[in-house]
């Protein structure tokens, strides 16, 4: 079997992004709903999704119930070790900026244009998982907070 490299790009904030006909979420504004707080699995647009909560952290993931590599250890495949990242390690991943268009585009995607300028430059992680063989985008997941504006 071979060993993927997943990749974690951190988005430092949305951009004011364009109203998309079909998002995720489809409140005209993020005041006073709460989607994200527990467990569930949800269905929109013929795709089913699935939110996991841990309910010591508070910790959001939230993926297409047909990823099967969401909770696998990211793996370096030349070395097949296990990777573990901190804040002041040497870079690992080069910045590619086809890869920001894509996340941008996930974002774009997930967020009408009233729910982007709500948010503002608040955080999130995405985690786009590629191929190794293709460099295409297999599956994405997003990670926050229930207690973050994205819940």
Known sequence: MKRLLLITLLIGYIYPCVAQD???R????????VIYKKTTTF?????????DVDDGSQFVTLY??????????IVYKATGKIY???????????YNSSMS???DFI???AFTKAMADE????????????????????EVNFNFTTFSPYA
């Open 84 to 94: 573990i990242g901190s804040w002041n390690e040497k870079k690992v991943i080069e």
């Open 43 to 51: 269905e929109v647009d013929g795709y089913t999704y699935q939110c």
């Open 101 to 103: 268009k894509q996340a």
């Open 64 to 73: 297409n119930k047909e990823n099967k590599l969401t909770y696998k250890d």
């Open 107 to 109: 974002v774009d995607e």
């Open 26 to 33: 489809t409140e005209e504004s993020l005041e006073g709903t």
């Open 119 to 138: 948010l503002g430059k608040r955080e999130f992680t995405i985690t786009m998982l590629l191929s190794p063989d293709t460099g295409k985008v297999m």
């Open 22 to 24: 079909k998002p995720i």
